[in-house]
């Protein structure tokens, strides 16, 4: 399962998850950013400053991982937006076995809603 533990698990990001959720995101017209250093000292794994149809400016930071509660990287995460780099942040949580059941969907769509909330 492309490096994922065989036991369905969500621990480590043996995986690169990140790669197939900004295409679907960017398939569905989002306009994504990336950024090294935002990666490092942020922990946002890329950024999604358009959507398609929509005439507001969007400014969120995404994390994607198969890791399970990290809580010191989701507090990094969530300093970034506290500091104004990014005007909202996620992060996004996925285990590994629910990859190819189409988790992928219903996390973009989460995303969505939590960019208009």
């Known amino acids: ?21 900004k295409d679907f995101f960017e ?12 990666r490092d000292r942020y922990n946002i794994d890329f950024g999604v ?7 507001a400016a ?11 509660d990290n809580y010191g990287q989701q507090e990094v995460l969530l300093e970034a937006a506290r500091k104004g780099v990014v005007s909202k ?3 996004v949580e996925l285990c590994a076995n629910s990859l190819d059941a189409g988790c992928v969907p219903i996390a973009y769509a ?8």
Do not use: Q
């Open 1 to 21: 399962m492309n490096g994922a533990p065989s036991d369905g698990s969500c621990a480590g990001d043996r995986v690169d998850i990140t790669k197939p959720f």
């Open 27 to 38: 398939k569905r017209g989002c306009r994504i950013d990336v950024d090294e250093t935002y």
């Open 49 to 55: 400053s358009r959507v398609e149809g929509v005439h």
């Open 58 to 68: 969007i400014n969120l930071g995404i994390h994607v991982t198969l890791e399970s």
């Open 89 to 91: 942040s996620v992060y």
């Open 110 to 117: 989460a995303c969505l809603s939590f960019i208009f909330d």
